[in-house]
């Protein structure tokens, strides 16, 4: 891959982050899948299942790799979120699958392990291997290291605030990550508000000329 189109996947995921930062999708969580997933969406799976890892959706699934029980990225819908249309990294997601699986066969090759024909290369590896290869895409001097560091982070937007959905309708369609991590439910208007402060009492007055939607004045 040379080096502009690892600059327009880099841009492309940093508009996509920071257009999920800034509000949710109306993407739905996705489905568990069979074996006629894609290759990129398989690839694009392993990858959030080693990060935050889940319990496997069905008998023989291998894109999942179960080294936990619970739910993980997957079940959470971290595809759904990266292939929604509204954001600008979807049409490059079939790049991204491709240099994971390249970086997937120079691992094999270095340790002689033998990938399976039928799936894709970053997909044919043990756990372990999915996790020690991983951990080398974040090593500083990494070429790609920015990529991995922006996927890493969408990742965690799907599971730990359902990112790709509204909270509360992600809540009320028990969404796995917030079900998982216990995440309060909002007052019955739909808003959250926290009336035991951390510290026991208030940091500070609320400033008179503060607007109705908390920004300052």
Request: hydrophobic share 45%; glycine share 12%.
């Amino acid at each position: 891959m040379t080096g502009p189109d690892r600059r327009a996947i880099l841009k492309a995921l940093v508009a996509t982050f920071a257009g999920l930062s800034a509000g949710g999708l109306d993407s739905p969580v996705a489905d568990a899948a069979g074996p006629s997933e894609s290759w990129t969406t398989q690839t694009l799976e392993a990858f959030a299942d080693t990060l935050i890892p889940g319990g496997r959706r069905f008998p023989g699934d291998v894109v999942v790799a179960g080294a936990v029980t619970g739910p993980g990225a997957v079940q959470a819908g971290v595809v759904g979120l990266l292939a929604s249309p509204e954001l600008p990294v979807a049409p490059l997601l079939p790049a991204i699958a491709a240099l994971l699986d390249a970086r997937a066969v120079a691992h094999a090759a270095l340790r002689l392990i033998l990938l399976p024909p039928t799936l894709p290369p970053f997909v044919g590896l043990s756990f372990s291997d999915r996790t020690a290869l991983l951990g080398g895409l974040f090593d500083p001097d990494d070429l790609d290291r920015p990529i991995w560091q922006v996927m890493s982070l969408l990742v965690g937007l799907a599971f730990d605030t359902a990112g790709q959905q509204d909270t509360v309708e992600a809540l009320g369609q028990g969404h796995p990550g917030l079900a998982w991590l216990r995440f309060p439910e909002p007052d019955p208007d739909g808003l959250w508000r926290f009336p035991a402060f951390s510290y026991g009492r208030p940091l500070a007055d609320l400033h008179p000329n503060t607007t109705a939607s908390g920004s300052p004045a």
